[in-house]
């Protein structure tokens, strides 16, 4: 809690970070808390419709619909299916980006560092072809097809990629998504004025586009990454501010394209590169993560050891990174890239480069990424931030903490790489199910916010309560930036956790919480799910496995959780996601989705009762499954 | 004495003090929960749009020389001249409404479902971190002073 009287930051789980945070001079998402606590009662109950010039109406005692007649139903149900089709949109964005990145390599003959992904993917796409550049291409191919058919189109790849039974209930429930793309346009054009008005036909048009979402814009994504970039491979990181190495000329990455960063990365550690860096007084060049795509790259950071000096934090430490003084440039290509960091870049002389023109950046320059040009695009932004080095260091003054964060967290954990810890198969760690050792798996997800009770303090806590209540943690997204700068996924984490997994932890020298990296992850998850479940031989609704984004923060954030929900498993948020005042909404979200889908939704701001309650639903699915 | 000042310049017309008076008197609610569209469900407070003037809060300013007190005749309504606050007490009201014809600023009113109770602003019964209109107003336009009288 804050001890400084004369600041108002708000509280984080992380307590070095919120010191750090509450005596900077720069005013922070921490900082601006405070002056937005005041929120709009309409807002959050997703009653505010302002679709047309009669509103914004707003359902009130004394309205209790809209001019048009729009009920709170309709309110809620055409404002959630919008934010679902945006936050679709914008992983749909991401996999196409990926896959044209994907068929261009293979096209010039470039780099592909991942065999077992290429395979694993051509044996799901049933690829017989042994060149690997035709094979990579022709997976790129299949995947953009997909993306670009229209929505009454039914996407091939769905069948294959899927567990049998949730493709046959999606096609009863009739929600098997066209080309994703359009299910996007379709979802914008059905949530406009005065057209559907159905909140039951919107939910399972929500369910639709989590399906498009978390099979295309998640597990896709991930796969595609690891062709070209290699594999996560487990290992031990160092992780917080005190990653940074102010020797360095260092450059913070933002977003959730790691293919767009593939030249680059090798780029910056050739030697006249680095001779470039000496010639400036720098020992060379180092990238420092920050939000996803910072997790990616710790996630394969086996493969870009000399480059990558560790992940700094989530989203809401960015500003905090930037105010250590000792990052001279930003790359950003995607959210959560905050506007809050441009008057802090201004101020601090850091170079902002933005290389997607989906995500501009105010005071930014903007360099969308060509994969042709990549080469001299790569040398004008070292040369740009070369000039950013100069021009700053040693005028800017240095406030590093190198106390902060840890040098032993687990990272690097895949669908993959922990099927080969533990033999090749998933038989041991079900077997520590079976037993009980393992009570069952949470997968705490999402995003990061400063709500519900700070700065990853819900995340944080219930995690705790969760792992002591021997329930393993896998976690995917900006959630993990946050468990691990708080030393969660560090091997003496175990020691927090209950007395079976503990030991479980300990034998194998591995903590509590296993750390996938990013929101796209979760979609590693779901593979690891739906393997599971297919070793088991149950659908993935029975398996003792729940899912938690105790702090969401947006709409890409809500597309997953529709994923979740699609998927069957319950699914827990810390605050509703603005449908509370719908009574539709509430009895479809939590009570009709187990008939749907057989997933539920919970929300519970406390972390000792929604740990409760998610242990009481992975007790009563062990019963269900007799062990 | 405590009192809500009224900024009506500041006010935008969110309606946030309604939904905090409605969920100050739906016991358990919160911003998320308080039922909006139930029958029970009313504000103490009001929001008039002017073309001329904007938004208009009306909030009860728990009078000095309340008109509902003197023009209630059963005893229902008296000023607490601790608090200086004007205090309704259902058991005694008969209903008659001469309050509601009485009060200068148009704030009270019979409740909606069975018009045999008023509806009238308790001040949140004083809790101790304030009225929940005015912790709930982004502007700042209503905001509790202390006063003499
Ligand atoms: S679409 Fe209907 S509810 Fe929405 S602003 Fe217009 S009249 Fe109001
Ligand atoms: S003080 Fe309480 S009862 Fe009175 S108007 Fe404000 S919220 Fe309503
Ligand atoms: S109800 Fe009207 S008259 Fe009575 S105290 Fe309130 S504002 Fe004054
Ligand atoms: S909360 Fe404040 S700004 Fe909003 S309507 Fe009420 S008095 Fe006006």
Redo the contacts with the bound molecule.
């Keep these: 809690m804050n001890s400084n009287f004369s600041c108002k930051t708000c509280a984080s789980a992380d307590q070095k970070l919120e010191t750090f945070i509450s005596n900077l001079s720069v005013d922070t998402s921490h900082h601006r808390m405070e002056g937005q606590s005041v929120k709009c009662g309409f807002g959050l109950q997703g009653i505010c419709?302002?679709?047309?010039?009669?509103?914004?109406?707003r359902i009130t005692p004394d309205g209790l619909?809209?001019?048009?007649?729009?009920t709170a139903d309709t309110?809620v149900a055409r404002n959630f299916l919008r934010a679902v089709s945006a936050g679709s949109g914008c992983y749909i964005h991401i996999v196409e980006n990926t896959a044209l990145m994907l068929k261009k390599t293979a096209l010039s003959k470039g780099v592909l560092k991942g065999k077992v992904a290429l395979a694993k993917l051509a044996e799901i796409f049933e690829i017989d072809e042994t060149d690997e550049y035709i094979c990579a291409e022709k997976i790129a191919d299949l995947v953009l097809a997909d993306l670009y058919k229209p929505d009454y189109v039914k996407m091939e790849l769905v069948e294959k990629m899927a567990y049998k039974p949730r493709f046959d209930r999606w096609k009863e429930l009739g929600i098997l998504p066209g080309g994703a793309k359009s299910e996007v346009f379709a979802g914008v054009v059905k949530t406009s004025?005065?057209l559907n008005s159905d909140p039951v036909d919107m939910y399972l048009n929500c369910l639709k586009l989590g399906i498009s979402t978390g099979l295309y814009g998640l597990t896709l994504t991930n796969l595609l990454n690891d062709v070209m970039l290699g594999e996560p491979s487990i290992r031990l990181a160092p992780v917080g501010l005190r990653v940074i190495d102010t020797d360095y000329i260092n450059i913070m990455i933002t977003g959730h394209q790691h293919a767009m960063f593939a030249y680059l990365q090798d780029r910056l550690i050739q030697d006249d590169v680095i001779e470039k860096a000496k010639a400036v007084g720098a020992k060379g060049f180092k990238l420092v993560g920050c939000t996803c795509v910072g997790q990616d790259l710790q996630l394969r950071g086996e493969h870009y050891k000399e480059v990558f000096n560790g992940h700094a934090g989530n989203n809401f430490t960015s500003e905090a990174i930037l105010a250590t003084g000792a990052i001279d440039a930003v790359l950003s290509e995607f959210n959560c890239t905050l506007p809050g960091i441009e008057p802090i870049c201004d101020e601090f002389k850091i170079k902002q480069i933005c290389l997607d023109e989906v995500s501009k950046k105010a005071n930014a320059e903007m360099k969308p990424f060509v994969f042709e040009e990549k080469e001299t695009q790569s040398n004008e932004i070292i040369d740009a931030v070369i000039e950013a080095y100069q021009a700053r260091r040693g005028a800017v003054a240095l406030n590093m903490n190198a106390d902060h964060g840890n040098d032993d967290t687990l990272t690097g954990v895949s669908e993959g790489s922990l099927k080969s810890f533990l033999g090749g198969t998933w038989k041991p760690l079900i077997d520590l199910i079976v037993k009980g050792e393992i009570k069952g798996i949470a997968g705490v997800v999402g995003c990061s916010s400063l709500t519900a009770g700070g700065h990853d303090v819900l995340t944080v806590n219930l995690v705790k309560e969760l792992i002591a209540k021997d329930i393993l943690v896998l976690s995917a997204g900006c959630s993990s930036g946050g468990l691990e700068n708080v030393g969660l996924m560090s091997p003496s984490a175990a020691s927090l956790a209950g007395p079976k997994l503990r030991a479980v932890c300990e034998s194998l020298g591995i903590p509590p919480v296993l750390n996938f990296g990013p929101c796209l992850a979760i979609g590693r998850l779901e593979l690891v799910a739906t393997e599971l479940a297919e070793a088991i031989g149950v659908d993935l609704p029975q398996l003792p496995l729940v899912l938690s984004a105790p702090q969401w923060l947006e709409e890409q954030a809500l597309a997953d959780g529709a994923f979740g929900l699609a998927l069957g498993l319950p699914l827990h948020l810390g605050l509703p996601p603005f449908v509370t005042g719908s009574p539709v909404a509430v009895q479809v979200f939590t009570q009709d989705m187990l008939s749907l889908t057989g997933g539920q939704l919970i929300i519970d701001d406390n972390a000792k009762s929604a740990a409760e309650t998610l242990d009481a639903i992975i007790e009563k699915k062990r019963q269900e499954l007799n062990i | 004495m405590k009192r809500i000042i009224i900024d009506r310049e500041k006010c935008d017309g969110c309606l946030n003090c309604n939904i905090a008076c409605i969920s100050a008197h739906e016991e358990g609610s919160n911003f998320y929960t308080v039922n909006l569209q139930s029958p029970d469900a009313e504000t103490r407070n009001f929001i008039k749009f002017d073309a001329q003037q904007g938004y208009l809060p009306i909030f009860c300013r728990h009078c000095d020389e309340p008109e509902c007190v003197l023009s209630c005749m059963s005893g229902a309504l008296e000023k607490d001249q601790l608090t200086g606050h004007v205090q309704y007490d259902e058991t005694k009201c008969a209903a008659c409404y001469m309050c509601v014809m009485n009060c200068s600023y148009g704030v009270l009113k019979p409740d909606k479902q069975t018009r045999t109770k008023l509806i009238k602003c308790d001040f949140c019964d004083d809790k101790p971190d304030g009225p929940s209109c005015v912790k709930s107003c982004p502007k700042k336009a209503i905001e509790v002073k202390e006063v003499s009288r």
């Design positions: 419709c302002r679709l047309c010039s009669n509103g914004p109406c619909k809209g001019v048009c007649g729009a309110m004025t005065n």
